[in-house]
């Protein structure tokens, strides 16, 4: 029986884990990031393929950083036949990427070259795209640039955010390598180089990447607002205080009004002026300190003293 060690870390993965469990391969060891603390109160919290691999009674690795000798030594004496990854979180040394007999393959959350890096599904959304996809390719020591062994396209919806997002590709990752390790194991893959000239880059999202810049045309902040729906969230301010933006919707409205400005206070939303003809009818926010909630409700609470006119984030949205 083939032997493999899978290596992811957050929810995305467990999904294909689960798939190579019911598949019938020999999963001989989990390797995955170190328990984190979560939340205001600072919970250390095991990632979600820990949790699974514990639930499935497979031995776990937590290693702060697989290079290490040591480390590195625990995986390598397991002599697995194929290592799989998916979000792991690092990058392999040239020592185990040379290891298993079958080489080891990456489960990554786009259509490379486009999108490498370590936030593809945010950025597929936030750059307007309308299909993305999975590829499954062998690992390297550079950042997801080995050989494409398969890939399968996944649309994007209107209303997909990052959550709906995140789950098609995570089955569509499982059931692409469900496909792909028979093959692989029986000699049937050609793998194709991938063209760096075409590469681009999903780094992962910082705290300034957040805020909404009003200035820019309607349609690229809807994109940006649902590319940060459900983490890390989009957000403005009012009155000075931070205003998390949750769920938003596109209307035609006449230019003229400084990006920015609420135009009109409706029943369940607010409409904001954009950089072009398409207001920003805000329908799920979240105030500072409150939960999240619907527009309509926080218009009629906190948020009643709002009026038409008054300007969200600073000058041009910066």
């Not at 031995?59 to 590195?72: A, C």
Request: charged share 25%.
């Amino acid at each position: 029986m083939t032997k493999i060690v899978f290596m992811g870390t957050p929810d995305f993965s467990v999904p294909v884990l689960q798939q190579l469990i019911q598949d019938g391969y020999e999963v001989i060891a989990v390797v995955t990031q170190p328990d984190r603390p979560v939340g205001r109160k600072k919970v250390l919290t095991p990632p979600p393929v820990k949790v699974e691999a514990v639930k499935q009674g497979i031995p776990v690795f937590q290693p702060e950083k697989i290079r290490q000798k040591d480390e590195l030594e625990k995986i390598l004496s397991l002599k697995p036949d194929l290592v799989v990854t998916a979000a792991f979180g690092q990058i392999l040394p040239k020592e185990l990427l040379e290891a298993p007999k079958f080489g080891c393959i990456n489960v990554h959350a786009s259509l490379l070259p486009e999108l490498r890096g370590g936030a593809p599904i945010h950025y597929a959304i936030i750059n307007g795209h309308e299909k993305t996809g999975i590829t499954i390719m062998y690992m390297a020591e550079k950042l997801d640039a080995g050989d494409i062994l398969t890939r399968v396209e996944v649309q994007i919806e209107e209303n997909d955010n990052v959550g709906t997002l995140h789950d098609k590709l995570s089955k569509a990752g499982a059931q692409l390598l469900s496909e792909t390790v028979p093959k692989l194991l029986n000699g049937e893959l050609t793998p194709i180089k991938q063209n760096d000239d075409e590469a681009t880059f999903a780094w992962n999202i910082k705290r300034e990447q957040e805020k909404i810049d009003w200035s820019k045309d309607g349609e690229e902040i809807y994109n940006h607002v649902r590319g940060m729906n459900p983490w890390p969230v989009a957000y403005s301010t009012l009155n000075g205080s931070v205003l998390k933006i949750w769920k938003t919707e596109k209307l035609k409205v006449s230019v003229g009004a400084e990006p920015g400005t609420i135009l009109s206070i409706e029943d369940d939303g607010f409409v904001v002026a954009s950089g072009n003809d398409i207001g920003i009818k805000v329908i799920e926010l979240q105030p500072a300190g409150k939960k999240r909630m619907d527009a309509g409700q926080f218009l009629r609470g906190a948020g009643s003293q709002i009026e038409a006119g008054m300007k969200l984030g600073e000058s041009h949205g910066q």
